[in-house]
């Protein structure tokens, strides 16, 4: 199994400022046959059901923000958020679906 | 809009057996794969199952392989988690989840997400 780990397992940022979350891979989840990095970021707010964010690791789903970005490479991912509104406070997670079975980090709690 | 709904969580006792259903509206069902995640109470996200769009095809994480099996119904609209030979370990909130079109079951993402139903195994 791929295993998926976060850091940090929570982080504080100012409004305005810049959010860094970090996700790395136990092996690399970039496909050979079409060189895409098989990485999802989701963003969880209390009493609400995962959200989708980011899938090919740099990829925004339709309607998110442009402040929420993804990059990485094989095996080292990151999920930045720009400038940090109050709406963004939540439990990011990455995803792998690189081979089954689909894995998550263990999330990272971010707040203000 | 596109909507899942779960529902049939509740309280259920170790070694009896509870079946999930998904209800989706705003896309048709028999285009997408479907996959069912689990999240226990204050804890992270973990995949539970995924089944193909035509259901010939479905994948269970290890823990629950053997127990629960996944099965739709695409002219009801209606997606299934059979779960049987239940565990205290098996309590978590149920979402099931949308793949995206035309990826192959073992590469998906998911989005949306129902809002989840609670199943407590306890005795």
Known sequence: ?112 | QVQLVESGGGVVQPGRSLRLSCEVSGFRLGSYVMHWVRQAPGKGLEWVAVISDDGTNEYYVDSVRGRFTSSRDNSKNTLYLQMSSLRVEDTAVYYCAKGPHGMSPEHNWFGPWGQGTLVTVSS
Not at chain 1, 2 to 17: F, R, Y
Not at chain 1, 50 to 75: C, H, M, N, Q
Not at chain 1, 84 to 102: F, G, K, N, R, T
Request: with cysteine.
């Open chain 1, 1 to 112: 199994d791929i295993v998926m780990t976060q850091s940090p397992d929570s982080l504080a940022v100012s409004l305005g400022e810049r959010a860094t979350i970090n996700c790395k891979s136990s092996q690399s989840i970039l496909h050979d046959s079409n060189n895409k990095k098989y990485l999802a970021w989701y963003q969880q707010k209390p009493g609400q059901s995962p959200k989708l964010l980011i899938y090919w690791a740099s990829t925004r789903e339709s309607g998110v923000p442009d402040r929420f970005s993804g990059s990485g490479s094989g095996t080292d991912f990151t999920l930045t958020i720009s400038s940090l509104q109050a709406e963004d406070v939540a439990v990011y997670y990455c995803q792998q679906y690189y081979s089954i079975p689909i894995t998550f980090g263990q999330g990272t709690r971010l707040e203000i």
